[in-house]
Nanobody, 115 residues
Framework: QVQLVESGGGLVQAGGSLRLSCRVS????????MGWYRQAPGKQRELVAV???????NYADSLKGRFTISRDNAKNTAYLQMNSLNPEDTAVYYC?????????WGQGTQVTVSS
């Protein structure tokens, strides 16, 4: 059974940084695209960043320059480095992975930025 195991969320002050991790477990196959999405209270889930197996990336325009997505294919793990966080970044962050044309979601990890 494929699972996405997320870690790294928490509470941070404005201006601080966090690094999220998402590890694919239970799969014999490497993920093709992996990505991060977020959902703030009362808002729709939105794309943060995606990265494909070859390392090509795509970011939400508003987050370019502050967030960096990366991956370690050997570990089937994706990372999201978040810098200069502000209270508007407060949300549940979800990992997504496409494996053999099937999309999987993590359980979400809470990121809270205090002012």
């Amino acid at each position: 059974q494929v699972q996405l195991v997320e870690s790294g969320g928490g509470l941070v002050q404005a201006g601080g940084s966090l690094r999220l991790s998402c590890r694919v477990s239970g799969s014999f196959f490497s993920a093709n695209a992996m990505g991060w999405y977020r959902q703030a209270p009362g808002k729709q889930r939105e794309l943060v960043a995606v990265i494909n197996y070859g390392g090509s990336t795509n970011y939400a325009d508003s987050l370019k320059g502050r967030f960096t997505i990366s991956r370690d294919n050997a570990k089937n793990t994706a990372y999201l480095q978040m810098n200069s966080l502000n209270p508007e970044d407060t949300a549940v962050y979800y990992c997504n992975a496409e494996i053999r044309r099937t999309n999987y979601w993590g359980q979400g990890t809470q990121v809270t930025v205090s002012s």
